[in-house]
C-alpha cells in the first residue's frame, strides 16, 4: 500500500481480555517498530524487527506483551489479560533498513480498557 | 539509557520565526531526528541531523551541536496549520539496534 496500514483504529475493551493490535508496513520496508504513546506523552518504544533477525523486544513493559512478524511483513502486536493501564496509541512504524533515520507512521490503534 | 528534554509547549502568532529547542543525554549517539503530528494523526518525519550545522528545508531548519548534546527546530514564516506537536528523537545504537527514542513533545500553539 501506499503507507502504513495499522487496524483496527479503535478498540475497546474489557480489563482482563486479549487484543491483536494488526500492522502492514510499506512494502519493501525491513525494519518494524512498535511504539505506545499515552495522553499527551511522547512514544514509547516497545519492539523493534529488521529483516530476519531477533528481535528488539527490550521496550516490552510485561510479559504480557509479544509481537510477531510474519514473512518480513505484517506484524501483530499481541496484549494479553489487558489492564487499564495499558490504554494508549500503538502506533507501528516501517523504514527501508536499519541505516535509515526515516520512519513512517500509521495513524496507529487507540486502544481503551474498561 | 536515553533522555531527551524538550519545552511541554510553545506560542507563538502568525508569520512569526519559533525555535524548539531538545537536549538529550545518550551513549553511542547517531543522529537527531524532529517529527510532527497534528491532534489524532501519525507522526510525520521533518528533519534528520547527524552532524553539527544546520540543515534547511524550506520554511522549517534543524540544528545540531554534538558537543553541547543539544539540537533546535527552527520554524518560519509561521502558519496556523503548524499548529501541532513536534518530537526531537536520539537514534544511538543499543545491542546494535539503531532505535530512536523519543522525546515528551513540544505542543506548538500558533495565534492569529
Known amino acids: 500500500g501506499a503507507g502504513v496500514s495499522q487496524s483496527p483504529s479503535n478498540k475497546v475493551t474489557e480489563k482482563g481480555k486479549d487484543v491483536e493490535l494488526r500492522c502492514d508496513p510499506i512494502s519493501g520496508h525491513t525494519a518494524l517498530y512498535w511504539y505506545r504513546q499515552s495522553l499527551g506523552q511522547g512514544l514509547e518504544f516497545l519492539i523493534y524487527f529488521q529483516g530476519n533477525s531477533a528481535p528488539d523486544k527490550s521496550g516490552l513493559p510485561s510479559d504480557r506483551f509479544s509481537a510477531e512478524r510474519t514473512g518480513g511483513s505484517v506484524s501483530t502486536l499481541t496484549i494479553q489479560r489487558t489492564q487499564q493501564e495499558d490504554s494508549a496509541v500503538y502506533l507501528c512504524?516501517?523504514?527501508?533498513?536499519?541505516?535509515?533515520?526515516?520512519?513512517?507512521f500509521g495513524s496507529g490503534t487507540q486502544l481503551s480498557v474498561l | 539509557g536515553q533522555s531527551l528534554e524538550q519545552p511541554s509547549e510553545v506560542t507563538a502568532v502568525e508569520g512569526a520565526i519559533v525555535q524548539i529547542n531538545c537536549t538529550y543525554q545518550t551513549s553511542g549517539f547517531y543522529g537527531l531526528s524532529w517529527y510532527q503530528q497534528h491532534d489524532g494523526g501519525a507522526p510525520t518525519f521533518l528533519s534528520y541531523?547527524?552532524?553539527?550545522g544546520l540543515e534547511e528545508t524550506g520554511r522549517f531548519s534543524s540544528f545540531l551541536s554534538r558537543s553541547d548534546s543539544y539540537g533546535y527546530l527552527l520554524l518560519q514564516e509561521l502558519q496556523m496549520k503548524d499548529s501541532a506537536s513536534y518530537f526531537c528523537a536520539v537514534r544511538s545504537a543499543s545491542g546494535g539496534s539503531y532505535i530512536p527514542t523519543f522525546g515528551r513533545g513540544t505542543s506548538l500553539i500558533v495565534h492569529p
Open positions: 512504524a516501517s523504514s527501508t533498513g536499519q541505516g535509515s533515520e526515516k520512519l513512517f
Open positions: 541531523n547527524a552532524l553539527d
